[in-house]
């Protein structure tokens, strides 16, 4: 059973780190600060550079917290929140299946790092070296909380975003 909650969490947190990294650092295919900032705006999220900043430290630190089995609940929290978002901006309205750019890679995504906040991250864990025993419901449940929450907040910032834009006429062909 710790091999293989170790292997998840191995795969799983460095999969989530690699996506953080292309964000950060543009490497393994990815943009970086400047293209995924200009990407993320095109969702509305405003400034980009800061929300590519913000997603990509949080898959990046989330991730290899997660892979390393450290405080496990809030790495969950910190990926969770990024897929949670994803799922509302990037994914949405294409449908479900990740072959069409749906939200069900994410949600994938969420389902698992969630479920494995309830569980812990096992004997092969750092949250196991230092002593810590953050599994269980409460973990569980207040890791949901705070990447809803913190998923909530991104989005609501968002939604104000567009209203400032359409409210000063800052939109696209405005003058």
Do not use: C
């Not at 953080?20 to 543009?26: A, E, P």
């Not at 949670?84 to 969420?110: M, P, S």
């Not at 389902?111 to 002593?131: H, M, P, R, T």
Request: glycine share 18%.
């Amino acid at each position: 059973m710790d091999v293989g909650l170790f292997l998840l969490h191995a795969v799983v947190g460095s999969f989530v780190a690699a996506h953080g990294s292309q964000k950060l650092f543009g490497i393994l295919g990815g943009y970086g600060l400047e293209g995924t900032g200009r990407y993320l705006e095109g969702f509305g999220l405003r400034p980009g550079k800061l929300f590519a900043f913000a997603a990509g430290s949080a898959e990046l630190v989330g991730g290899l917290a997660f892979a390393a089995g450290f405080f496990t609940p809030g790495a969950a929290a910190l990926i969770a929140a990024t897929m949670l978002v994803a799922a509302r901006t990037d994914h949405a309205g294409k449908g479900f299946w990740i072959y069409n750019g749906g939200n069900e890679y994410v949600l994938t995504n969420t389902a698992a790092v969630i479920a494995l906040a309830f569980n812990g991250a096992g004997e092969w864990s750092a949250d196991k070296a230092i002593g810590w025993d953050v599994a269980g419901v409460a973990w569980g449940l207040g890791a949901l909380g705070a990447a809803g929450f913190g998923a909530a907040s991104v989005l609501a910032l968002r939604a104000r975003g567009r209203r400032s834009v359409v409210r000063t006429g800052w939109a696209a062909g405005a003058s």
